[in-house]
Every structure is written in structure tokens, then in C-alpha cells.
T-cell receptor
Framework: GAVVSQHPSWVICKSGTSVKIECRSLDFQATTMFWYRQFPKQSLMLMATSNEGSKATYEQGVEKDKFLINHASLTLSTLTVTSAHPEDSSFYIC???????????FGPGTRLTVL | SQQGEEDPQALSIQEGENATMNCSYKTSINNLQWYRQNSGRGLVHLILIRSNEREKHSGRLRVTLDTSKKSSSLLITASRAADTASYFCASIQGAQKLVFGQGTRLTINP
């Protein structure tokens, strides 16, 4: 069964609003989780590494004030897209590592559409 | 940044045929992983090959790794319609950061 869940699975919002996406590790306490963005027919691009109890680490070119990440517990990380614009429309996927730190377990993704 | 290239970008074959996808990477690796993504879904880990391994099998999957050429291939034998998906290679950079190739969209025609 799924070990990482995301909510919502899809969301449509108006330009200028904020959207929160939740990522839950269902079977494992994850001190580190990852947020990716995927545009149509493209690969996954890592946006940031979410660290429990501390600030997230953002990849180059990702605006930390626009994509707010909170990892308040060992099972929940949230990504808030603030003041969303149509160009933020994308597929957002979270993941966590397993016990060996090799493979990652991915959530089912959240489709964000900004009108 | 993307780790490297995958080819082909798209592959369409008949059910029962073998599908081969290639991946090239740029930096040194400890291991290389392959993932599968069904349309509009998350990724599923398929197989991991370590840098000191040259070939690995898992069911109908066969992965090769050539560290001298910085390339890997994924072979799916006796393909099935359910194998239709996108396939990505990925490697870990730094502590845990996973960097993906551009992916191959595989279509199996019944």
C-alpha cells in the first residue's frame, strides 16, 4: 500500500490566491522529505528539501518566499504556493527516503491549476 | 539541474517485444536508480544498481551500468500493455538529493 500520501490530489485556484499541499509519511517517521515539480512531459525537478524542525533547503532558482515549506512533525510536510500565478500550474510531488536513504517513496502528486 | 539525458524520449512498441531505454549521466555516482511513472501519478522505484555492479535483474527488468561511459540502460522483456508509462533514471547527489534524467515515455501497443 501507499507509504506517502498527498492532499489534495488536484486543486484549481484563482490567480493571487495561496494553496497548501500536504504530504504525509504513513509508515515511517521522516526527518527529511522532498518536494518536486513536474511540468507536462518533463522530468521531475527538485524544489526543496524539507527538514523536520528546521528550515527547508531550497534549490537554486526556487523562491523560498513563494513556496513556503513547513515540516512541523515527523510525518507531515506542507508546501504552500503563495500568490499563485498561471505559470505555477504544475504537478507537485513529494517524497521521502526509506531506511537506507537510497530509494525514495513518492506521493501520488497534486495537480495545481491556476486560472 | 538535470543529471543527464535519456533516450529515446519516446518509444512505441508492440506487446511482447522488448523495450530498451538508455540513460547518460554527468557526475560520479554511488548508484543509479530507475523509476516508473504512470500518467499523472507518483513515481515507483523499480531497481537500483550500484556503481560496482555492471548488470542487475529483477523479474522482466534488466539494468546495465557502464561507469566508464557514464551510461545505463533499462531493458523490459516481453512487454505488456500495463508497462505503458514514463521511465526515469536517477542518481543521488550529496546526502540524499535525487536527480532525475529527462525520462522515456514508453507506449506498449496491444
Amino acid at each position: 500500500g501507499a507509504v506517502v500520501s498527498q492532499h489534495p490530489s488536484w486543486v484549481i485556484c484563482k490567480s493571487g490566491t495561496s494553496v497548501k499541499i500536504e504530504c504525509r509519511s504513513l509508515d515511517f517517521q521522516a526527518t527529511t522529505m522532498f518536494w518536486y515539480r513536474q511540468f507536462p512531459k518533463q522530468s521531475l525537478m527538485l524544489m526543496a528539501t524539507s527538514n523536520e524542525g528546521s528550515k527547508a533547503t531550497y534549490e537554486q532558482g526556487v523562491e523560498k518566499d513563494k513556496f513556503l515549506i513547513n515540516h512541523a512533525s515527523l510525518t507531515l510536510s506542507t508546501l504552500t504556493v503563495t500568490s499563485a500565478h498561471p505559470e505555477d500550474s504544475s504537478f507537485y510531488i513529494c517524497s521521502r527516503t526509506g531506511r537506507t536513504n537510497n530509494e525514495q517513496f513518492f506521493g501520488p502528486g497534486t495537480r495545481l491549476t491556476v486560472l | 539541474s538535470q543529471q543527464g539525458e535519456e533516450d529515446p524520449q519516446a518509444l512505441s512498441i508492440q506487446e511482447g517485444e522488448n523495450a530498451t531505454m538508455n540513460c547518460s549521466y554527468k557526475t560520479s555516482i554511488n548508484n543509479l536508480q530507475w523509476y516508473r511513472q504512470n500518467s499523472g501519478r507518483g513515481l515507483v522505484h523499480l531497481i537500483l544498481i550500484r556503481s560496482n555492479e555492471r548488470e542487475k535483474h529483477s523479474g522482466r527488468l534488466r539494468v546495465t551500468l557502464d561507469t566508464s561511459k557514464k551510461s545505463s540502460s533499462l531493458l523490459i522483456t516481453a512487454s505488456r500493455a500495463a508497462d505503458t508509462a514514463s521511465y526515469f533514471c536517477a542518481s543521488i547527489q550529496g546526502a540524499q538529493k535525487l536527480v532525475f534524467g529527462q525520462g522515456t515515455r514508453l507506449t506498449i501497443n496491444p
